[in-house]
């Protein structure tokens, strides 16, 4: 079969591959139709990032615990690209009830049993049943394959594949894999409790999640959302998404929030979450702080600010989402800014733009 491997800076390779075959009753074998380039995939689609970290953490700038708790080749070609999708399913193994051959699911882009306490408490992405950071489409754990592949193995298939509505178009939600549950993270848990919050939401290099906080936001009912950024292009997809107000990266801003969304994964976004967050605020971070850098934590003690970060916990919260998207509150279209052929894909994610999907046709529905 055909998969999509990252092999370095600015080169993506299709090669020929194995086709992996259902040997678990639980697991499923689906076809990806509608693939998304994640934020994360820009940072070293276009950056000899993996090199970086090596010279960087030998020369005390990058945080060295990367290495330790990631793997030393996570960012490092070949390995199959992708990690965002829809998919088909084609097979099931015997144990497998919630999902039949012809479904249309999201596929989480974290490996998850479903069944161990970390999962069962909805915090998905540290299942203890799978090795730590198990993932499709990074260097760590090559047996899971890519999402940019004819057929890939979804080894729980009951805990980790969420069925999508036929009356839903699917080509947007492929995201739903990481980006749009990940903007859950930053503000559901809070608005769920209580949505008459004033959000900020600073974006930069996390360059979707941002806008995704805006939609979720949005369709949580927040009194006020607004987007800071340095890209015009953005800043145009955030008036789009339904954000209150819209700032450059240098614009003074005297109000301060209830929640400040730091989308810009850098000490930068962070100085500025500080600076904006209201005094017993919450600060929101997005991405992975990859260069060390000191917590301020004396300025965010005399404001008493909270600080939340994380991985996402994608197949919970997606649930959550696709709820929001069912009944129609939420339009994650809004955010999609390439829409381009599977056999194009190349071309379609060296792209630099905000949201890159590729697609092609079903195998059992037309479309
Ligand atoms: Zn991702
Ligand atoms: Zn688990």
């Known amino acids: 079969m055909n998969q999509l491997y990252f092999i370095k800076k600015e080169k993506l ?3 020929e591959t194995t086709a992996p075959v259902i040997n678990g009753s639980l697991q499923a074998i689906v076809r990806p139709f ?8 820009d940072i070293y689609l276009f950056n000899n990032l993996n090199t970086k970290l090596n010279i960087g953490s030998v020369l005390g700038i990058v945080n060295k615990d990367f290495h330790r708790l990631f793997g030393q080749n996570f960012f490092k070609g070949p390995f199959p690209f992708g990690h965002e999708c829809v998919a088909e399913v084609v097979e099931i193994g015997d144990q497998v009830k919630t999902i039949k051959p012809g479904d249309i699911a999201t596929v989480p882009f974290q490996i998850s049993c479903g069944s ?3 999962c069962n408490n909805g915090v998905s992405g540290s299942c203890s049943n799978t090795p ?6 990074f260097g760590t754990h090559l ?3 890519g999402a940019m592949s004819d057929l890939i193995k979804v080894p729980y298939a009951d805990a980790m594949l969420l069925k999508i509505s036929e009356h839903i178009d699917p080509i947007h939600l492929a995201s739903l894999s990481d980006n749009i549950p990940d903007a859950y993270r930053n503000v559901g848990p809070e608005l769920e409790k209580n949505p008459d919050k004033s959000i900020l939401v600073i974006g930069g290099k996390v360059k979707s999640i941002g806008l995704y906080t805006v939609l979720i936001a949005k369709a949580m009912g927040a009194s006020r959302i607004d987007y800071m950024d340095y890209s015009n292009e953005r800043l145009e997809l955030a008036k789009r998404c339904g954000a209150n107000n819209v700032y450059g990266f240098s614009s003074k801003i005297t109000e301060q929030y209830d929640i400040v969304v730091e989308a ?4 930068q976004g962070l100085f500025k979450a500080i600076k904006f967050v209201r005094p017993n605020g919450l600060i929101s971070s997005s991405g992975i ?8 934590l004396i300025e965010m003690y005399s404001k008493g600010v909270t600080f939340k970060t994380g991985i996402a916990n994608a197949r919970p919260d997606a649930e959550k989402v696709l709820k ?5 509150k939420l339009n994650p279209e809004l955010v999609t800014t390439k829409i381009d052929s599977w056999d194009n894909a190349i071309e379609a994610f060296l792209t630099k733009t905000t949201k890159v999907i590729v697609n092609r046709p079903r195998l059992f529905s037309s479309n």
Not at 34 to 41: E, H, I, S, T, Y
């Open 13 to 15: 390779e299709w090669r």
């Open 324 to 328: 929001l998207i069912t009944a129609k």
């Open 132 to 137: 730590p950071i198990s993932a499709y489409g």
């Open 116 to 118: 161990c306490i970390n």
């Open 264 to 267: 810009n994964s850098d000490k």
């Open 143 to 145: 047996q899971f394959g």
């Open 34 to 41: 509608a693939a998304a380039k994640c934020d994360l995939d």
């Open 289 to 296: 702080y990859l260069k060390k850098m000191k917590m301020p």
